[in-house]
């Protein structure tokens, strides 16, 4: 294979924790932007309490002025069924659910343990599909977790099967807190190959925390994922985990496989205009290192 889908999660992990809260209008304008320069699924908000994420707590509104587009597919993140049903209202085409692999950081993100976080997220994924939407399961902390360290692989892969067990579309390992190098994306996306099968698609969610995330997505191609999560000028970051900061910039990434003979539908100027257009709009400097130097030649 030579080509790479990209996951676009600038409107809702790009910007659930950042200072500066957008409005409606600016995440709508966000939106069509990325649809624009090429990406067709796009996170496009998070179905949670407004209390926990208020920069998303326009999640229903902006759901009801989102344009829709031929092969465009916007996904939701969920967390229990009140969320799918704000969801499946709003007219998703895909839920995200997370089980994050570690009981400390599960009770932080969701309230409660890993196994019960598998649970709800069997159920979750039961209803949406009867719902006729695609579903992916996220595992967080795949790699490591803030508050318990190391997660050991006997502990990912016990998470794994049951994750898989509850039967979504897709499964998608992430690099929370961006803890990962390429020698761990080469031995735990072989653990959710087994897990998964041969018939489950996988995905990896990145962050460039210690300025690993490309050479990590460079293992997952040469592991056969070709599904990765990217961010508008590598805005983000995870609000319950400390220091987790943004994710691999969609532009830094497009550099990276343009120069390594790989394509994807999203165009690279484009969205460096983009990263440059969310930088003024969240008053920051973003992260990204090809917004900042340009592609080449």
Same mark, same amino acid.
């Given at each position: 294979?030579?080509?790479?889908?990209?996951?676009?999660?600038?409107? &809702?992990?790009?910007?659930?924790?950042?200072?500066?809260?957008?409005? /409606?209008?600016?995440?709508?304008?966000?939106?069509? &932007?990325?649809?624009?320069? =090429?990406?067709?699924?796009?996170?496009?908000?998070?179905?949670?309490?407004?209390?926990?994420?208020?920069?998303?707590?326009?999640?229903?509104?902006?759901? &009801?002025? !989102?344009?829709?587009?031929?092969?465009?597919?916007?996904?939701?993140?969920?967390?229990? %069924?009140? =969320?799918?049903? $704000?969801?499946?209202?709003?007219?998703?085409?895909?839920?995200?659910?997370?089980?994050?692999? /570690?009981?400390?950081?599960?009770? &932080?993100?969701? =309230?409660?343990?890993?196994?019960?976080?598998?649970?709800?997220?069997? +159920?979750?994924? *039961?209803?949406?599909?009867?719902?006729?939407?695609?579903?992916?399961?996220?595992?967080?902390?795949?790699?490591?977790?803030?508050?318990?360290?190391?997660?050991?692989?006997?502990?990912?892969?016990?998470?794994?099967?049951?994750?898989?067990?509850?039967?979504?579309?897709?499964?998608? !390992?992430?690099? /929370?807190? =961006?803890?990962?190098?390429?020698?761990?994306?080469?031995? $735990? /996306? #072989?653990? #959710? %190959?087994?897990?998964?099968?041969?018939?489950?698609?996988?995905?990896?969610? !990145?962050?460039?925390?210690?300025?690993?995330?490309?050479?990590?997505?460079?293992?997952?191609?040469?592991?056969?994922?070709? @599904?990765?999560?990217?961010?508008?000028?590598?805005?983000?970051?995870?609000?319950?985990?400390?220091?987790? @900061?943004?994710?691999?910039?969609?532009?830094?990434?497009?550099?990276?496989? +343009?120069?390594?003979?790989?394509?994807?539908?999203?165009?690279? *100027?484009?969205?460096?205009?983009?990263?440059?257009?969310?930088?003024? *709009?969240?008053?920051? @400097?973003?992260?990204?290192?090809?917004?900042?130097?340009?592609?080449?030649?």
């Amino acid at each position: 294979m030579t080509s790479v889908d990209l996951v676009e999660m600038a409107p &809702r992990d790009g910007l659930q924790n950042e200072d500066a809260v957008l409005t /409606t209008e600016a995440k709508l304008e966000l939106i069509d &932007r990325a649809v624009r320069a =090429g990406t067709r699924r796009i996170e496009v908000t998070s179905f949670v309490n407004p209390k926990r994420v208020p920069q998303l707590a326009d999640a229903d509104e902006l759901m &009801r002025a !989102l344009p829709r587009y031929d092969g465009v597919r916007y996904a939701g993140l969920v967390m229990n %069924q009140r =969320g799918l049903d $704000r969801a499946l209202a709003g007219g998703v085409d895909e839920i995200d659910v997370v089980v994050v692999a /570690t009981d400390t950081f599960c009770q &932080r993100n969701q =309230g409660m343990t890993t196994a019960e976080a598998c649970a709800v997220a069997a +159920d979750v994924v *039961q209803a949406a599909r009867a719902a006729g939407k695609f579903t992916t399961i996220t595992v967080g902390a795949a790699f490591g977790c803030p508050f318990e360290g190391e997660v050991p692989p006997a502990r990912l892969r016990a998470v794994l099967e049951q994750v898989v067990a509850a039967g979504p579309d897709e499964l998608a !390992l992430a690099d /929370t807190i =961006g803890v990962a190098v390429p020698t761990d994306v080469t031995e $735990r /996306t #072989a653990i #959710a %190959q087994a897990a998964a099968g041969a018939d489950l698609p996988l995905r990896l969610h !990145l962050h460039d925390t210690r300025n690993t995330a490309a050479a990590n997505a460079v293992a997952a191609l040469s592991a056969g994922i070709t @599904t990765l999560d990217t961010s508008i000028g590598g805005a983000g970051g995870c609000p319950f985990a400390p220091a987790a @900061t943004g994710n691999l910039a969609t532009e830094d990434l497009l550099y990276l496989l +343009d120069r390594m003979g790989w394509t994807t539908t999203v165009d690279l *100027q484009e969205t460096i205009t983009n990263a440059a257009w969310l930088q003024k *709009q969240l008053g920051k @400097t973003l992260p990204s290192a090809v917004l900042r130097a340009g592609p080449f030649p």
